[in-house]
């Protein structure tokens, strides 16, 4: 895979030459990549953006791209930059074509240029509100990629993954005011567009600035907590976990089953707002969305801030049936769509309750679906005495020490952590919006596609 990605990137670093790509099938089928392909960008970095990102998705309706070709120090310089309205972002910059994830001076110089190009625009036009913005806030929601040649290259540390030249920054700070400044002035709609974007970063900045820092357990905090939260009483974050669970029925088992310093509990009524298709003020206004975002702490969308999060795991616990799984992928869109960091540092985790208990005699065990019902009794049990089967309805039947010790207790229990590979992103995306979008027409062509690989559903 880094071979086949590193052969891509080359061929946008030199535009307009054709790198093809062969790999033993054997081994393509193994990474999941092509055994053939033929990598050509004619218009180098800006191509390769275009290629990555969809316009619809972006500040910018045209990408600010452009080359400087080599001077007399032998140094050439080519970006290609917009925003994102969505979660992707990335800053690919390469020195030499050496990929430096680490940034480094032509990063700073980037983002520098930038800043300056935008503060100059915005003193022109009378905006005072843009003197607040800085480096990390033009930086923040960056599409782009960047690539220079230089002599002597210096690379800073044992990988050498960050460009050091210092001489670099003030080099690319300079080409980009100068021609970003050219380009904000031919482009006086985009140029507002982007300077509102900017300013909006830079206000929810300020507003976390101004929040006054109190402790996770702070009185006032407390006061602010939703009432049907059930807290931990540990006051660090290490360790602490907080459950929510589908109605009160089955929160009051949870918060008999509980261990009271380090699991909290939150019941919530009903199925929650599905935000794939909900407006900004629905979301805010919504009842459960309010108790889960105070319980979290974090805030969430552009107001979230991690730092903030009172729990080290969020765990969703939901009957081990169709409705559960529903309520549970309800959850887990809220999460991708408005906290998406959480999802990222592998915070949001699945509990696993059973859905069967199955006894013979003394001897009793717990199942979590069909098959492995079936695979218990044919290992565990003798088929030539009763053997009693009983279906949970919901978490609400359990007795709390069954759900301690089946889906709760630490040792015992299994935990499912949600997780989306990089590289599969933008699939996970397009997946949920087919199927928790307001587009019915997506999801029944889904239930088409998918319907002969299942003989029985339970719905």
């Known amino acids: 895979i880094r071979l086949y ?3 891509r990137s080359k061929s946008y670093l030199f535009a307009g030459v054709e790198i093809r790509w062969s790999c033993d099938k054997e081994i393509s089928d193994k990474f999941n990549i092509p055994s053939k392909d033929k990598f050509k960008f004619s218009n180098g970095l800006m191509d390769f953006i275009n290629d990555e990102v969809d316009k619809s998705s972006c500040v910018l309706n045209e990408i600010f791209s452009g080359k400087k070709e080599k001077d007399k120090n032998n ?27 680490q940034g480094g001076t032509h990063e700073i110089g980037l983002k520098g240029g930038i800043l300056k190009a935008l503060k100059s625009h915005a003193q022109r036009t009378g905006n005072k509100m843009a003197s607040k913005i800085n480096s990390d806030d033009v930086g923040r929601n960056i599409i782009g990629a960047i690539s220079i040649f230089i002599p002597e290259p210096k690379f800073q540390g044992q990988t050498k993954d960050k460009l050091s030249n210092k001489s670099v920054q003030k080099y690319v700070e300079n080409i980009i005011k ?11 709609q985009q140029a507002d567009n982007l300077l509102s974007y900017i300013i909006e970063i830079t206000e929810t900045r300020l507003r976390r600035k101004e929040e006054k820092e109190t402790t996770r357990k702070n009185a006032i905090r407390k006061l602010r907590l ?4 059930a807290d931990c009483s540990e006051n660090s974050k290490e360790g602490t976990e907080i459950f929510i669970v589908e109605g009160d029925s089955a929160g009051g088992s949870a918060k008999q089953a509980r261990d009271r310093i380090y699991q909290a509990i939150l019941p919530l009524r009903g199925k929650i707002l599905n935000v794939a298709n909900a ?6 206004d919504n009842q459960q969305i309010s108790d889960l975002v105070q319980a979290l702490g974090c805030g969430y969308g552009d107001l979230f801030n991690e730092e903030n999060l009172r729990y080290e795991k969020i765990i969703i616990m939901t009957d081990a049936d ?10 887990i869109t809220f999460f991708h769509e408005e906290m998406p960091e959480i999802i990222k540092k592998g915070k949001l985790y ?8 199955i006894s013979q005699g003394k001897k009793i065990m717990y199942a979590r679906d069909d098959s492995h019902r079936e695979i218990l009794i044919k290992e565990n049990f003798n088929k030539d005495k009763k053997i009693e089967i009983n279906r949970f309805k919901g ?37 949920i919006m087919k199927l928790m979008g307001n587009k019915p027409e997506l999801r029944f062509e889904f239930i088409r596609e998918k319907a002969n690989l299942y003989d029985n559903l339970d719905i």
């Not at 100068?178 to 006086?188: A, G, I, K, Y």
């Not at 699945?350 to 208990?357: D, I, K, Q, S, T």
């Open 75 to 101: 140094i050439s310089f080519e970006w290609a930059i917009n925003w994102s309205l969505g979660t992707k972002t990335f800053l690919n910059s390469y020195c030499n074509t050496v990929p430096t994830p």
């Open 350 to 357: 699945l509990a696993v309750p059973p859905l069967y208990r």
């Open 322 to 331: 169709v409705d559960g799984a529903h309520i549970a992928s309800l959850l």
């Open 5 to 7: 990605n590193f052969s």
């Open 226 to 229: 939703p009432g049907k939260l």
């Open 279 to 284: 407006s900004k003020s629905k979301i805010k």
């Open 178 to 188: 100068d021609r970003f400044e050219h380009w904000l002035s031919n482009s006086p």
């Open 395 to 431: 978490l609400g039947e359990m007795m709390p020490a069954q759900l301690k010790e089946t889906t709760m207790l630490l040792g015992k229990r299994t935990l499912l952590r949600v997780v989306i590979p990089l590289k599969e992103e933008r699939k996970a995306k397009e997946t």
